[in-house]
Nanobody
Framework: QVQVMESGGGLVQAGGSLKLSCAASGSIFSIATMGWYRQAPGKQREMVAT???????NYVDSVKGRFTISRDNAKNTVYLQMNSLKPEDTAVYYC?????????WGQGTQVTVSS
């Protein structure tokens, strides 16, 4: 069983920065695709950014140029650096660890951007 835990959320003013971290237990981390997703009130969960085991990244258009996903396989941790935050980035951010047909979610961390 893989356990996933996010940290680093909080309240920030528009234009500010936050860095989210996600630690995953288990030996599959280095071969898993890791991703950050978010869900705002009344909206569906959406993919924000993903990073494969080989380091290839993918971003939703709305965060390109502002957010950066990275991973440290030695620490079983994936990061999401969020710069130039906007009020519309306000959401619960979830980390996902995916390997084959298996996917594991964290509990989420709240990010609130005030205008």
């Amino acid at each position: 069983q893989v356990q996933v835990m996010e940290s680093g959320g909080g309240l920030v003013q528009a234009g500010g920065s936050l860095k989210l971290s996600c630690a995953a237990s288990g030996s599959i981390f280095s071969i898993a695709t890791m991703g950050w997703y978010r869900q705002a009130p009344g909206k569906q969960r959406e993919m924000v950014a993903t990073i494969t085991s080989g380091g290839s990244t993918n971003y939703v258009d709305s965060v390109k140029g502002r957010f950066t996903i990275s991973r440290d396989n030695a620490k079983n941790t994936v990061y999401l650096q969020m710069n130039s935050l906007k009020p519309e980035d306000t959401a619960v951010y979830y980390c996902n660890c995916r390997w084959g047909v298996f996917g594991y979610w964290g509990q989420g961390t709240q990010v609130t951007v005030s205008s």
